[in-house]
């Protein structure tokens, strides 16, 4: 199988498609012919040998195709299942993957848009479960227009809170789709907040990391009612929670986001697709930010 592997740390020129022998599903998992696979940040990081020192790497903890081999004890999912879900290998952008995370694709759903789920869904709901939040509250989401931001907003939206979302101008109108009241990041934030709620917020989460932390902990009132996926160095120097995947992930999202898609309570755009083939290319749209939404990988 045609599988994304770099065999040298740099820029997406190190990118290349290699042979590499089709995965057996283990015990619990499936395999899948992948159809689509999600692009992240992580992977140009993991490139770029800001993240793991082994070589070679292959990349994509994402993706979403038609089951095709079942490993010992699956009883959830049959030969020929459209699912969608996390490979744990960190192999998913290839012709076949292994998935050890799975639910089935939403039956509005295409493969691509299926693919751009599973890391947007388990994390935004991650955070939110760790918050806390819930029905009456005011929830301030640092970097709401973003693929994880807009799922926490929508989430926070389903489970009756008042969200208020901080983006660029350009995306406000699109936040306000979602249910969120916008907001301009930038100077100026605390008193564009306190316009829109007098007496602060309930509760922040720091999407962006864009080291607004002390702001977050002024508006919601002190750090233990702030949360942040994105900025380690910060929520260490403010005593604020950092939630990442080893510290209880959320794959219960996973089943139960299909009811929201298919209720028409949640979206997630794709911002762009490319053929596996032109896997650098995703990564410079990716690193220069010019597209709004996932980015996913076409396969097969």
Request: glycine share 14%; charged share 20%; aromatic share 6%.
């Amino acid at each position: 199988m045609r599988a994304a592997r770099f065999s040298r740390f740099g820029g997406p020129d190190v990118l290349e498609l290699v042979d590499l022998p089709a995965p057996r599903p283990g015990p619990g998992q499936v395999r899948i012919a992948v159809r689509a696979a999600g692009v992240n940040p992580s992977d140009w990081k993991k490139r770029a040998g800001l993240m793991d020192e082994e070589l070679p790497q292959t990349l994509g903890y994402e993706a979403a195709g038609i089951v095709d081999a079942l490993g010992e004890g699956v009883t959830d999912a049959a030969v020929g299942d459209r699912v969608f879900g996390f490979c744990a290998e960190g192999a998913a952008q290839a012709e076949s993957a292994v998935l050890s995370y799975y639910a089935p694709i939403p039956p509005s759903l295409d493969f691509a848009g299926a693919a751009a789920l599973p890391a947007a869904v388990e994390t935004a709901t991650r955070a939110i479960d760790q918050l806390g939040v819930g029905s009456g509250g005011t929830l301030l989401v640092n970097g709401a227009s973003g693929s994880i931001g807009s799922a926490a907003v929508q989430f926070a939206v389903a489970r009756g809170a008042r969200v208020i979302g901080t983006a660029s101008p350009a995306n406000h109108a699109y936040l306000r789709s979602l249910g969120a009241v916008p907001v301009a990041y930038g100077d100026g934030l605390v008193e564009r907040v306190r316009a829109l709620a007098p007496d602060g917020v309930d509760l922040a989460l720091d999407v962006a990391g864009s080291g607004v932390l002390p702001e977050l902990i002024g508006l919601a009132g002190g750090p233990e009612h702030v949360l942040t996926v994105a900025d380690f160095a910060g929520a260490q120097e403010h005593g604020v929670r950092f939630s990442r995947g080893d510290s209880g992930r959320a794959l219960h999202a996973l089943a139960e986001i299909g009811e929201l898609i298919e209720a028409g309570r949640f979206s997630l755009p794709v911002g762009g697709t490319f053929p596996l083939a032109d896997i650098a290319e995703a990564h410079r749209a990716g690193e220069d930010g010019r597209l709004r939404g996932k980015l996913v990988l076409l396969i097969g």
